[in-house]
């Protein structure tokens, strides 16, 4: 059964960090891209990020170029992403996703979480 679960979501300061996890079972991480994605209040989910299964590459929206990374442990098959300098824009709910196609389009994941939290805000 395949399922993903994401966690580390919270509260936390403009200028502050976090580190979400997404926990895969069901499959290995060797064969499916992850990606992020977020739905802020009163918006569309967006794509904010993904790894690319096939030769390890990354992408991000322009919005967290330079603030997010993301990262793979296949040992644990888990994927994280790590967020620095949070803005109070970037208040919603984070979810991952897998696919097997490596992109930001959210009608290539076949497979999602059930969401995380995140809310920064002085």
């Known amino acids: 059964q395949v399922q993903l679960v994401e966690s580390g979501g919270g509260l936390v300061q403009p200028g502050g960090s976090l580190r979400l996890s997404c926990a895969v079972s069901g499959f290995t991480l060797e064969y499916y891209a992850i990606g992020w994605f977020c739905r802020a209040p009163g918006k569309g989910r967006e794509g904010v990020s993904f790894?690319?299964?096939?030769?390890?590459?990354?992408e991000y929206a322009d919005s967290v170029k330079g603030r997010f990374t993301i990262s793979r442990d296949i040992a644990k098959n888990t994927v994280y992403l790590q967020m620095d300098s949070l803005k109070p824009e970037d208040t919603a709910v984070y979810y991952c996703?897998?696919?097997?196609?490596?992109?930001?389009?959210?009608?290539?994941?076949?497979?999602w979480g059930q969401g995380t939290q995140v809310t920064v805000s002085s």
């Open positions: 996703a897998a696919s097997t196609v490596a992109t930001m389009r959210e009608s290539e994941y076949n497979y």
């Open positions: 790894f690319s299964s096939a030769d390890g590459s990354t």
